[in-house]
């Protein structure tokens, strides 16, 4: 079946450091990827997404790139920033349509 | 505004009870999820639903019901079998996109259940 691995958290940075949280994959077919991102006590906001190999999803500063050949879909920021902290999610849907969800990593980011 | 919506934010319930959390959405969405999300943890899937008067399991759906009577609505039950019911539980809806395209899901703002 499906399954994402993320890497595991939690991450803490100082303001306008550089960001990356990893993100592989398994599937069969050619699913679409996502990151999610979670603010406390709330549901999940997608934050950006890629449909094919080498598109490169962006939104607000972030940025990652559907990799085919290794199977990666990497989360990264030039500068983040306070308000950036979250806990993300790295996501994938199939031919079912389901969204499989990695296991999420928080950031915390100190001013 | 389009959106999806659960209900209510938090809900206690003593054991043994049977309670229902409501997930409605105005997005004309084929396609309902329900999610559970412990502390720390990621999200894992409970029952999803692709079309009316059809629903699967997911990956923990023991001890949950689901029905899915309108395109709308997508109430999930968290019944006296579900034995460690304490989580936060998210509601999420999608469509299917062109081709081989998978549009992503938009979720609600989740529910909060406590055992007492």
């Known amino acids: 079946g499906n399954s994402v691995t993320q890497m595991e958290g939690p991450v803490t940075l100082s303001e306008e450091a550089f960001l990356t949280i990893n993100c592989t994959y398994t599937?069969?077919?050619?699913?679409?990827l996502f990151w999610y991102v979670q603010y406390p006590g709330e549901g999940l906001q997608l934050l950006l997404k890629?449909?094919?190999?080498?598109d490169k999803g962006s939104n607000k500063g972030f940025e990652a790139t559907y990799r085919k050949e290794t199977t990666s879909f990497h989360l990264e920021k030039g500068s983040v920033q306070v308000s950036d902290s979250a806990v993300y999610f790295c996501?994938?849907?199939?031919?079912?349509?389901?969204?499989?969800f990695g296991s999420g990593t928080q950031l915390t980011v100190l001013p | 505004d389009g959106g999806i919506t659960q209900s209510p934010k938090y809900l206690f319930r003593k054991e043994g009870q049977n309670v229902t959390l409501s997930c409605e959405q105005n997005?004309?969405?084929?396609?309902m999820y329900w999610y559970r999300q412990d502390p720390g943890q990621g999200l894992r899937l409970i029952y999803y639903?692709?079309?009316?008067?059809?629903?699967q399991k997911g990956d923990i759906a023991e001890g949950y019901s689901v029905s899915r009577e309108k395109k709308e609505s997508f109430p999930l039950t968290v019944t006296s079998a579900q034995k460690n019911p304490t989580a936060f539980y998210l509601c999420?809806?999608?469509?299917?996109?062109?081709?081989?395209?998978?549009?992503?899901?938009?979720f609600g703002q989740g529910t909060r259940l406590t055992v007492v």
């Open positions: 999420a809806s999608s469509t299917p996109g062109r081709g081989r395209e998978n549009t992503e899901a938009f």
């Open positions: 996501a994938l849907t199939g031919s079912a349509r389901q969204l499989t």
């Open positions: 639903s692709q079309i009316v008067n059809d629903f």
């Open positions: 599937a069969t077919g050619y699913p679409s």
């Open positions: 890629a449909t094919k190999a080498d």
């Open positions: 997005l004309n969405h084929d396609a």
